[in-house]
């Protein structure tokens, strides 16, 4: 019957203002602040479950840029997910209006989005995390395209029908 419950709190459909702190009571009275509207809040959590480690751990790897830990997978999942510009004025105005001491906590979509922006050009990092990621695949396809083209080039450069029929086209030109 507790479970059930609990279930359904966690994933019922309640709508909170964008913009407005949500308290609610958590574990040992906890005052549990809430920032995030529930269906974004629920995105950072699943996204925050298909990652490796912890929260901390993924915050340390970005900070490092570390590949061996977030692959390329992890990066687009982080950039897809991260926060927008209103979000991040949001969570921002909320850190300065909210004291966080023993009996009020974020809840952890906040904590994380909070860490996250706290890294310096979070954003930047990521794209270009991605596009390192992502480089070699692009790089290999435009390789086979000018592959291609050079290959043709190197065809018409050395085609006797086409010096011919370029030999015809001048002769007409000169006829006329």
Do not use: Y
């Not at 994933?11 to 549990?32: I, L, N, Q, W, Y």
Request: proline fraction near 3%; aromatic fraction near 6%; charged fraction near 30%.
């Amino acid at each position: 019957r507790k479970l059930h419950s609990e279930l359904q709190w966690l994933f019922s459909d309640a709508k909170s203002p964008r913009g407005k702190t949500e308290p609610d009571r958590g574990e040992a009275g906890k005052r549990v602040i809430r920032v995030l509207d529930e269906q974004r809040r629920r995105q950072v959590c699943i996204m925050l479950a298909r990652l490796p480690g912890s929260g901390q751990d993924v915050l340390t790897w970005i900070t490092e840029i570390n590949c061996t830990r977030l692959g390329k997978d992890e990066v687009e999942l982080l950039l897809h997910n991260s926060p927008s510009p209103e979000e991040v004025q949001l969570l921002r105005r909320a850190q300065e209006e909210n004291v966080i001491d023993e009996s009020n906590i974020w809840d952890a979509a906040e904590d994380f989005l909070l860490s996250l922006i706290a890294i310096p050009r979070f954003q930047l990092r990521l794209k270009i995390w991605d596009f390192v990621n992502s480089f070699e695949e692009k790089f290999e396809h435009v390789a086979r395209d000018v592959k291609g083209i050079s290959k043709g080039c190197d065809c018409l450069l050395t085609s006797m029908r086409m010096r011919h029929l370029l030999g015809v086209a001048l002769r007409a030109g000169n006829f006329l």
